[in-house]
């Protein structure tokens, strides 16, 4: 019997801060009428900039939660590695098994038995 693949959740693309609002932000639409503000929200959008280790470990715990509610029994996830260092430190009671690791991230399964 063939093993079915997992797939692979990956977490270090996963960046809420695109959509937040700042101070350059509103200097941007003053000057510019808002056609700026916009342009600079759609580059964003398109070149989100990489997940910081915090909003990496949240999203993983919520998909943790979501993933035992829904009754799912391995979870396969791509994250940075300091993400991952991290994560390995604060995961005690889950079996995490490394699958591959990359440069700068780190592909793991984990057992939510």
């Known amino acids: 019997m063939q093993q079915q ?3 692979v959740m990956d977490l270090s693309q996963v960046s809420r801060s695109v959509l937040r609002l700042d ?8 000057a510019s009428g808002g056609i700026g503000l916009l342009i600079k ?4 959008a398109m070149f989100p900039p990489p ?3 915090a909003e990496q ?6 998909l943790i939660e979501s993933c035992r509610a829904a009754g799912v029994k391995k979870l396969s996830v791509k994250m940075s590695q300091p993400a991952f260092a991290q994560f390995r430190l604060s995961a005690k009671d889950l079996k995490v098994e490394v699958v591959q690791e990359y440069q700068e991230a780190c ?7």
């Open 5 to 7: 693949e997992l797939p």
């Open 23 to 30: 101070q350059n932000d509103l200097m941007v639409a003053i």
């Open 41 to 44: 929200k759609l580059y964003q």
């Open 51 to 53: 997940a910081s280790i």
């Open 57 to 62: 470990l949240d999203a993983l715990r919520r």
């Open 107 to 113: 592909m793991f399964t984990v057992e939510l038995a």
